[in-house]
């Protein structure tokens, strides 16, 4: 298998919310803080930490990009052999803050493959279920 | 969810015959003989697991002389695996518990 051909895509999350950014971006990047509404972690807002986000089904292992207190933050996000970078960005509004998510990535399709298997497929289709079950 | 989706979900949710799959997922093409020594179940009910399986794409068999050999076809994953369609609902699900705990934050 020699097949290379990769793409890039993107998720891209945005909702407006009734609080400021200072608020949100302590939800972002407060370590216990990003345990409640994310998963558990280590994370520090230092460009260049690595960290990991953990959660029953596996883990995520990211590294710190981008830090700008209250208005952005970029890390990696590499889990289940795909690559990608996670952008949060934070524009404050009238009302309160337009939160934006940007998740940009590449996958090759054989290297995810491969790579699922070698996680083991049930831990794998346990993921999204759970994933797919939250929808 | 796509109709493809429930195929290969019912398809896999069987722990016995998705435990023949991730086999041969690891360890590439095995023959019905050789999946039934570790499978701990008869070889009919081996076969009858490796039927469901190529049903839904998800192995190929190859007869050699009284043998059939059976690899594990991953393409057929690629519905589940378009990462975009996954991501978006969790992190939907993410942004409902982020605004619950700003919620709370304002106490």
């Known amino acids: 298998m020699t097949q290379t051909a990769t793409e890039a895509r993107s998720v891209v999350v945005e909702r407006e919310m009734p609080f400021a950014p200072e608020r949100i971006w302590r939800a972002l990047a407060q370590p216990h803080l990003i345990e409640e509404w994310l998963m558990k972690n280590d994370f520090e807002p230092v460009v260049g930490h690595r960290f990991n986000l ?38 404050p509004t009238s009302t309160g803050t337009l939160l934006r998510m940007e998740q940009s990535g590449f996958r090759a399709d054989q290297q995810q493959a491969y790579q699922g298997a070698k996680y083991g497929w049930q831990k794998f289709f346990a993921a999204l279920e759970q994933l797919l079950g939250r929808t | 969810m796509p109709k493809v989706h429930d195929v290969l979900f019912r398809t896999l949710a069987d722990p016995t015959r998705r435990a023949l799959f991730e086999r041969l997922c690891r360890e590439g093409e095995k023959t019905v003989g050789a999946l039934t020594s570790r499978a701990g179940i ?58 619950d705990l700003l919620r709370r934050m304002d106490q």
Request: hydrophobic share 40%; glycine share 8%; aromatic share 10%.
């Open chain 2, 42 to 99: 008869s070889q009919p009910a081996v076969s009858k697991h490796l039927g469901v399986l190529k049903q839904a794409g998800l192995v190929r068999d190859r007869h050699e002389g009284r043998q059939t050999h059976y690899s594990a076809q991953l393409g057929a994953l690629a519905p589940l695996i378009d990462w975009t369609s996954q991501m978006a609902g969790f992190w939907q699900s993410r942004f409902d518990h982020l605004e």
């Open chain 1, 54 to 91: 953990r959660a029953d089904w596996g883990s995520v292992d990211c590294q710190v990009l981008a830090v700008e207190p209250n208005k952005t933050l970029s890390y990696t996000w590499a889990a289940y052999g795909l690559e990608s970078v996670v952008t949060w960005t934070l524009t």
